[in-house]
């Protein structure tokens, strides 16, 4: 059978010689949630199982390599969501990093009552927006509020657009 063992300060669950688990149960005993080491002798996988105690369903994985799964079992990628959206709300941002930690960009929805995709540099999210796209379609290079197609804005209006071809691309 299964044994609980603590050892040390720490607690050992010890598994039938495959996957050893960590199940926690509503006060009904028909819902769970588990946290299991799938992996058996191999690897050490965690899952993380929740819903009903006959067929849980498993919510996200994380393989021994790193990778980590939402939506699915053998993620390949760091991260890797399925079958979902990624919500970042309240202004939050994607910020893409660069390893010295400088020179970053970001994604963020900027719109408090209407969508407006803004991409901009540093580590400040909606400071140095450098494109601004509204809900309706229209883009700003060099300023927050478009109100053309196309609105590029820059100091003394200098340079603002070059069209560059090599001969006979035309």
Partial sequence: GYKLVVKGGRILIDG???NSMLSLQNSSGNRFSNILNTGGSS?????FQVGDGGS??????????GNVGIGTTSPSELLQLDGGHLSLK???ALLLENTNDNNNWYIR??????????????DSPGSNIKITINGDGEVGIGTRSPDTLLHISGANNVNLLK???PKGNF
């Fill in 16 to 18: 039938d010689g495959s």
């Fill in 109 to 122: 929805n900027g719109g408090t009552n209407a969508a407006t995709l803004q991409l901009g540099t540093g």
């Fill in 90 to 92: 309240s202004n939050g």
């Fill in 43 to 47: 690897d050490s996988t965690i899952a």
């Fill in 163 to 165: 069209l560059d071809a």
């Fill in 56 to 65: 849980p369903t498993e919510a996200m994985i994380i393989h021994e390599d």
